[in-house]
């Protein structure tokens, strides 16, 4: 395991960072003097980090990793309610940054909140995550686990060093990885604004020697002008994830020869798991790719037999960067294995994650993931998968956005509505036409909800609750 102690005065000369008002000798001070601050405590202090500035967020999550103190990733963006939910949960000791408002303060103490909990000097990282769910949740990493995501990385693109050009915010793992993985491999990290990018504003850095990291979405955005096409197709390689890409793009994307690398992690895997490499990419594959050397995932069914390939189950991953597990506020449950983590075997074969998507491996080891078993929509006794149905409207290039849930109905039980965002003077008849010559009857949304804007996270996923909420109200 690399420490990141002697990891930062190995390259506190280096010209490792940098991007868009980002400073080396600013970011070694900062380290140097938020190190001062935490020495000041008896014992190690519970941190909140919740800083906006890119520079000051990464050295003070450098000198929580060197101190071996517990820190929680805040997100910058949240607003009362998120940070009630963070009221609920955790006391902290020290917060590094701003929030919204004097009310949305988080607590603060003066004993380390988290000596009971955890070995009171101890490397806890500690990063939110709500997915679709909306509700808050801090999933528990230590230093340990990035590195070993960081050494799955290399091994399977056979890489010395990693530069990165980061868009991605850094609370959340998809932009946080991408500093670990420049700093432990002696890389560079690029860091630049995804709007100025999106803008035409193109940053001043040779795409061939570094990895970006994009959502769907962003990588939609992109493709509206041949100057940021162009630059794309130049990097090293392109790795899109944190929500389902739909067919279209990938066609586009292919077609522009654009070295996209599709992946497939979480959060509490600390990023990919899974990842395909751009010339499969490039050949018309568009699997999620093979395992990466540090994990195991398998298919298996409602009873946890492992299926053969081909077949359709639940994904289940066992890793070495697998998260230690859910932080959890009650003191008689503290840390909280039992949501998703659960051992596998009996003897001690380690830890495995059971999750809530549905894939299949093919002949040649390749992972295809088909959506989410919760968001499975059953009418009449048929399974609809959300993705299918979306990849198809997609695919008619009449509309801008689009999201198929299921809705309660007497008849069905559920049906499949759709709420998308149209172009232009596009009628729900135009798309009912495309459907039928793509997809079963069974399949088709029986209601068509227009919106204007589909509601997204900063990540690009899709707040399915608020799309919900919109849906039940059309």
Same mark, same amino acid.
């Given at each position: 395991?690399?420490?990141?102690?002697?990891?930062?005065?190995?390259?506190?000369?280096?010209?490792?960072?940098?991007?868009?008002?980002?400073?080396?000798?600013?970011?070694?001070?900062?380290?140097?003097?938020?190190?001062?601050?935490?020495?000041?405590?008896?014992?190690?202090?519970?941190?909140?980090?919740?800083?906006?500035?890119?520079?000051?967020?990464?050295?003070?999550?450098?000198?929580?990793?060197?101190?071996? @103190?517990?820190?929680?990733?805040?997100?910058?963006?949240?607003?009362?309610?998120?940070?009630?939910?963070?009221?609920?949960?955790?006391?902290?000791?020290?917060?590094?940054?701003? @929030?919204?408002?004097?009310?949305?303060?988080?607590?603060?103490?003066?004993?380390?909140?988290?000596?009971?909990?955890?070995?009171?000097?101890?490397?806890?990282?500690?990063?939110?995550?709500?997915?679709?769910?909306?509700?808050?949740?801090?999933?528990?990493?230590?230093?340990?686990?990035?590195?070993?995501?960081?050494?799955?990385?290399?091994?399977?693109?056979?890489?010395?060093?990693?530069?990165?050009?980061?868009?991605?915010?850094?609370?959340?793992?998809?932009?946080?990885?991408?500093?670990?993985?420049?700093?432990?491999?002696?890389?560079?990290?690029?860091?630049?604004?995804?709007?100025?990018?999106?803008?035409?504003?193109?940053?001043?850095?040779?795409?061939?020697?570094?990895?970006?990291?994009?959502?769907?979405?962003?990588?939609?955005?992109?493709?509206?002008?041949?100057?940021?096409?162009?630059?794309?197709?130049?990097?090293?390689?392109?790795?899109?994830?944190?929500?389902?890409?739909?067919?279209?793009?990938?066609?586009?994307?292919?077609?522009?020869?654009?070295?996209?690398?599709?992946?497939?992690?979480?959060?509490?895997?600390?990023?990919?798991?899974?990842?395909?490499?751009?010339?499969?990419?490039?050949?018309?594959?568009?699997?999620?790719?093979?395992?990466?050397?540090?994990?195991?995932?398998?298919?298996?069914?409602?009873?946890?037999?492992?299926?053969?390939?081909?077949?359709?189950?639940?994904?289940?991953?066992?890793?070495?960067?697998?998260?230690?597990?859910?932080?959890?506020?009650?003191?008689?449950?503290?840390?909280?294995?039992?949501?998703?983590?659960?051992?596998?075997?009996?003897?001690?074969?380690?830890?495995?994650?059971?999750?809530?998507?549905?894939?299949?491996?093919?002949?040649?080891?390749?992972?295809?993931?088909?959506?989410?078993?919760?968001?499975?929509?059953?009418?009449?006794?048929?399974?609809?998968?959300?993705?299918?149905?979306?990849?198809?409207?997609?695919?008619?290039?009449?509309?801008?956005?689009?999201? @198929?849930?299921?809705?309660?109905?007497?008849?069905?039980?559920?049906?499949?509505?759709?709420?998308?965002?149209?172009?232009?003077? @596009?009628?729900?008849?135009?798309?009912?036409?495309?459907?039928?010559?793509?997809?079963?009857?069974?399949?088709?949304?029986?209601?068509?909800?227009?919106?204007?804007?589909?509601?997204?996270?900063?990540?690009?996923?899709?707040?399915?609750?608020?799309?919900?909420?919109?849906?039940?109200?059309?």
């Amino acid at each position: 395991m690399v420490d990141p102690f002697k990891l930062f005065q190995q390259r506190r000369d280096e010209s490792w960072l940098i991007g868009e008002g980002v400073d080396r000798d600013r970011f070694s001070d900062i380290v140097d003097r938020s190190l001062e601050e935490l020495q000041q405590f008896d014992r190690a202090p519970t941190v909140l980090l919740c800083e906006s500035d890119p520079v000051k967020f990464l050295a003070r999550f450098l000198a929580a990793c060197i101190a071996e @103190v517990p820190v929680f990733l805040g997100n910058p963006n949240w607003r009362d309610m998120e940070w009630q939910q963070v009221r609920e949960m955790a006391v902290f000791d020290r917060v590094w940054g701003t @929030v919204t408002s004097e009310q949305s303060l988080p607590n603060q103490s003066t004993s380390s909140s988290l000596e009971n909990q955890f070995n009171p000097k101890q490397n806890y990282i500690i990063i939110s995550t709500g997915g679709s769910s909306g509700k808050i949740k801090f999933v528990v990493h230590t230093w340990e686990t990035l590195c070993t995501s960081v050494e799955g990385f290399q091994q399977h693109f056979n890489l010395d060093s990693v530069n990165c050009c980061c868009t991605l915010p850094l609370f959340h793992v998809s932009g946080l990885m991408q500093f670990v993985r420049s700093f432990v491999t002696g890389g560079t990290l690029a860091i630049f604004s995804y709007k100025s990018i999106e803008l035409g504003k193109l940053p001043d850095l040779e795409p061939e020697a570094f990895w970006i990291s994009l959502v769907p979405t962003q990588l939609q955005r992109l493709l509206h002008t041949q100057k940021t096409i162009d630059w794309l197709s130049r990097f090293q390689g392109i790795l899109l994830g944190g929500a389902p890409a739909w067919q279209s793009l990938l066609d586009k994307a292919r077609r522009n020869g654009l070295p996209v690398a599709l992946t497939y992690g979480m959060t509490e895997t600390a990023s990919q798991v899974v990842t395909l490499p751009p010339q499969e990419f490039l050949k018309g594959n568009f699997s999620s790719g093979q395992v990466l050397p540090h994990a195991e995932v398998s298919i298996c069914n409602e009873c946890g037999k492992t299926l053969p390939t081909g077949e359709v189950g639940s994904i289940e991953i066992r890793a070495k960067s697998l998260m230690l597990g859910y932080y959890d506020s009650d003191s008689k449950k503290r840390f909280d294995r039992r949501q998703s983590i659960h051992l596998l075997g009996e003897k001690g074969q380690g830890n495995v994650l059971k999750t809530d998507d549905l894939g299949y491996f093919d002949d040649r080891g390749f992972l295809h993931v088909l959506g989410r078993n919760s968001q499975k929509i059953i009418t009449g006794g048929e399974n609809v998968f959300p993705i299918e149905v979306e990849n198809a409207i997609r695919s008619s290039a009449l509309v801008r956005d689009v999201c @198929v849930i299921g809705l309660p109905d007497s008849e069905w039980g559920q049906i499949v509505a759709a709420v998308y965002v149209p172009q232009p003077n @596009v009628t729900p008849e135009q798309l009912k036409r495309h459907l039928s010559r793509s997809l079963c009857a069974y399949k088709h949304p029986k209601r068509w909800i227009v919106t204007h804007a589909l509601p997204r996270n900063e990540r690009g996923k899709v707040d399915l609750l608020a799309v919900r909420a919109l849906a039940e109200s059309d």
